[in-house]
């Protein structure tokens, strides 16, 4: 059984910077493909940003040049530094793991706010 165990949300300012953690459990962790998806109230769950078991990355349009995602394999653990956040980057943030079918963590609640 595959377990995600999202840590590092919180509220901060605008123009401020978080590093979101998950760790991974009872998979093979380094050959899956591991994403962060976010959902702000009312809106559809959508990918933040997705990284291959051979480190390729790929972001939304609009996290690009902000958010960097990473995967510490020895650690089993996926990170999404977030940079110069903005009001709009607001949502509760979601691990995802792929190995043949799909995993989500429980999220993490991100607050930009003054």
């Known amino acids: 059984q595959v377990q995600l165990v999202e840590s590092g949300g919180g509220l901060v300012q605008p123009g401020g910077s978080l590093r979101l953690s998950c760790a991974a459990s009872?998979?093979?962790?380094?050959?899956?493909?591991v994403a962060w998806y976010r959902q702000a109230p009312e809106k559809q769950r959508e990918l933040v940003a997705r990284?291959?078991?051979?480190?390729?990355?790929i972001y939304t349009a609009s996290v690009k040049g902000r958010f960097t995602i990473s995967r510490d394999n020895a650690k089993n653990t996926v990170y999404l530094q977030m940079n110069t956040l903005k009001p709009e980057d607001t949502a509760v943030y979601y691990c995802?793991?792929?190995?043949?079918?799909?995993?989500w963590g429980q999220g993490t609640q991100v607050t930009v706010s003054s």
């Open positions: 009872g998979s093979a962790f380094s050959s899956n493909v």
């Open positions: 990284i291959g078991s051979g480190g390729t990355t």
């Open positions: 995802y793991l792929w190995n043949g079918r799909d995993y």
